[in-house]
């Protein structure tokens, strides 16, 4: 038999995957009301997120999550826990909340875990109390399981809740954290490397957790890189590397007005061994200029008054003016 008639004839036998999937979404209420705690979870989520062609429905949801957690399902529980935690599907209640977390993390749920440590630790989930002995069991079952972020807040639970701050037990999950990929991590042991506070004062091993953390995105990171590099306080003054994270800071979708200027500043002016490019000044202080801010304005008007880069075209120069003068300063 030819390959195609073969293909064709095994289409009419065997169901396709989006037929199988769309079988399997017409019989998943029926499946919950067997009254198996599984299909009621998958069920539920089907409702809660609008899954297989259901409409949302989190009333309906909340009812079949609830099914499922009273007979023990650990996603169940932990969904409610979100649900409640978050007020989207019911009123935020954190006792509910704290109360579902609890039965999911008993069970062994990292993310509730982790979510259970935070009531417990933080002031503001009221009428919840903290309880730091509570919050470090929890924060030590999370990350012993390696949970999202948990080997960071565990780290940093033993630094900034306990007083004096427990560097001993904070710094090794910190550090933990960080090898395992968490930016925050990264930043906040480099800031201790580099400040000596915990651990032995290493300006260079400070500076590469930081530089790490910076490269993954960390916005904190490079602002600090930016600066740190520049003034030269908490790192050898370097222009080049302070230029580097200006211009990521200032070529980020939606970048600070100060970073514009400031890269727009370095080229203009010249800084160190960074010789002045008015071309490439004029890029950022166009960009913004667009956005309203009159050291731009008044800058474009020099460049275009003078012919920096550009040839000399005094219209546009006043048209500049004009702008600038009606900046706010």
């Given amino acids: 038999m030819k390959r195609a008639a073969l293909l064709m004839l095994l289409a009419l036998i065997l169901p396709s995957a989006a037929q199988a999937e769309r079988s399997g979404c017409v019989l998943m209420k029926s499946a919950a009301e067997s009254g198996d705690p599984a299909r009621e ?20 949801a909340l009812q079949w999550y609830r099914k499922a957690a009273d007979k023990g399902d650990m ?56 309880d730091y002995s509570e919050a470090e069991k929890w924060f ?9 972020d948990a080997q960071f807040r565990l780290g940093n639970f033993y630094i900034n809740y306990r007083h004096p701050p427990d560097y001993a037990d904070g710094i090794p999950w910190l550090t933990k954290a960080a090898q395992g990929g968490n930016r925050t991590a990264m ?45 030269g306080k908490q790192a050898p003054k370097d222009e080049m590397k302070s230029l580097k994270w200006v211009l990521v800071l200032a ?42 801010d009159k050291h731009a ?13 550009v040839p000399k075209d005094e219209k546009k120069a006043e048209e500049y003016a ?7 300063p």
Wanted: aromatic content about 14%.
């Fill in 41 to 60: 979870f998958l069920y539920a989520q089907a409702l809660y997120r609008g899954y297989c062609g259901f409409k949302v429905d989190k009333k309906s």
């Fill in 75 to 130: 996603q169940a529980e932990h969904a409610l826990g979100e649900i409640y935690f978050s007020g989207d599907g019911a009123p935020t209640d954190y006792i509910a909340a704290k109360k579902w977390y609890l039965k999911a993390a008993e069970q062994g749920d990292g993310p509730s875990q982790l979510r259970l440590a935070y009531l417990y630790a933080e002031k503001h989930f009221q009428p919840l109390k903290p």
């Fill in 140 to 148: 030590r079952k999370a990350a012993e399981q390696n949970t999202e």
């Fill in 187 to 231: 930043f906040d042991l480099g800031r201790l490397q580099l400040a000596g506070s915990g651990v032995p004062k290493d300006v260079s091993g400070g500076l590469g957790w930081i530089a790490k953390s910076a490269e993954g995105g960390m916005l904190e990171a490079q602002i600090f890189l930016a600066s740190a590099y520049a003034d």
């Fill in 251 to 292: 070529n980020a979708p939606s970048p600070e007005i100060f970073y514009l200027d400031r890269a727009g500043d370095i080229f203009f002016d010249g800084w160190g061994p960074i010789p002045k490019n008015y071309p490439s000044a004029k890029v950022y202080y166009d960009r913004a200029a667009l956005r309203g």
């Fill in 297 to 309: 304005l008044e800058r474009l008007v020099q460049i275009y008054k003078d012919g920096l880069g």
């Fill in 322 to 328: 004009a702008r600038a003068a009606a900046a706010l």
